[in-house]
Nanobody
Framework: QVQLVESGGGSVQAGGSLRLSCAAS????????MGWFRQAPGKEREGVAH????????YYADSVKGRFTISQDNAKNTLYLQMNSLKPEDTAMYYC???????????????????????WGQGTQVTVSS
């Protein structure tokens, strides 16, 4: 069983930055997809960034590419999302999630989008004002 706890959300003005953290506990082996998702009121959940723990490759949604960076600290079992140049449309509840995968040598983070994540954190709110 994997437990995920997010932190780091808050309120910021447009153009500002925030860093979200996700502390993972339980058994995390080397082949997981881990991702950050967000959901704004009245909108569908969106996967914004993914990382494959097997090799560290990353994948981003077009809406955040060039502004957000996903990373992991294996020693701390922590996932991060650095968010720069924030926009009002980034306002949402942000969730950390994970799913074990049977990653072959060719597996990359872009393949994570085809998996249904089954471990979720409780979410952290990000509000960006104009």
């Amino acid at each position: 069983q994997v437990q995920l706890v997010e932190s780091g959300g808050g309120s910021v003005q447009a153009g500002g930055s925030l860093r979200l953290s996700c502390a993972a506990s339980g058994y995390i082996h080397s082949r997981y997809c881990m991702g950050w998702f967000r959901q704004a009121p009245g909108k569908e959940r969106e996967g914004v960034a993914h990382i494959y723990t097997g090799g560290g490759s990353t994948y981003y949604a077009d809406s955040v590419k060039g502004r957000f960076t996903i990373s992991q600290d294996n020693a701390k079992n922590t996932l991060y999302l650095q968010m720069n140049s924030l926009k009002p449309e980034d306002t949402a509840m942000y969730y950390c999630a994970a799913v074990p995968v049977n990653g072959a040598s060719w597996f990359r983070a872009g393949d994570c989008v085809f998996y249904e994540y089954n471990y979720w954190g409780q979410g952290t709110q990000v509000t960006v004002s104009s």
